[in-house]
């Protein structure tokens, strides 16, 4: 079982950046999602496509950031645009929830890709 990210890179503010994550086991059914962990700080949910369907974005990102999850291809997508500052994080891919569809606990985690917005 292995997820691996890719796409992180340095951008200005106002930039666009897609991430990618391929999942090297069939994600049909499972939900996955993006986090991201910024130094200093606690790791946070960006954005989750459910089992169910349903997505959340956390509040930061909302308008900004689409999630999108392509079973054929095993990959889950994050496109980023506007980006801030704010947004400097190492960006981790996650995969198929326990329990609950939408708030359970991710069992598969990635490496993360870094992601860094400087002007």
């Known amino acids: 079982v292995q997820l691996v990210e890719s796409g992180g890179d340095s951008v200005q503010p106002g930039g666009s950046l897609k991430l990618s994550c391929a999942a090297s086991f069939d994600v049909s059914g499972c939900g996955m999602g993006w986090y991201r962990q910024a130094p200093g700080k606690e790791r946070e949910l960006v954005s989750a496509h459910n089992s169910d369907d349903s997505i959340n974005y956390a509040e930061s990102v909302k308008g900004r950031f689409t999630i999108s999850q392509d079973n054929a291809k095993n990959t889950l997508y994050l496109q980023m645009t506007s980006l801030k500052t704010e947004d400097t994080a190492v960006y981790y891919c996650?995969?198929?929830?326990?329990?609950?569809?939408?708030?359970?606990?991710?069992?598969?985690w990635g490496q993360g890709t870094q992601v860094t917005v400087s002007s």
């Open positions: 996650a995969a198929c929830r326990n329990g609950d569809p939408r708030s359970g606990p991710f069992q598969y």
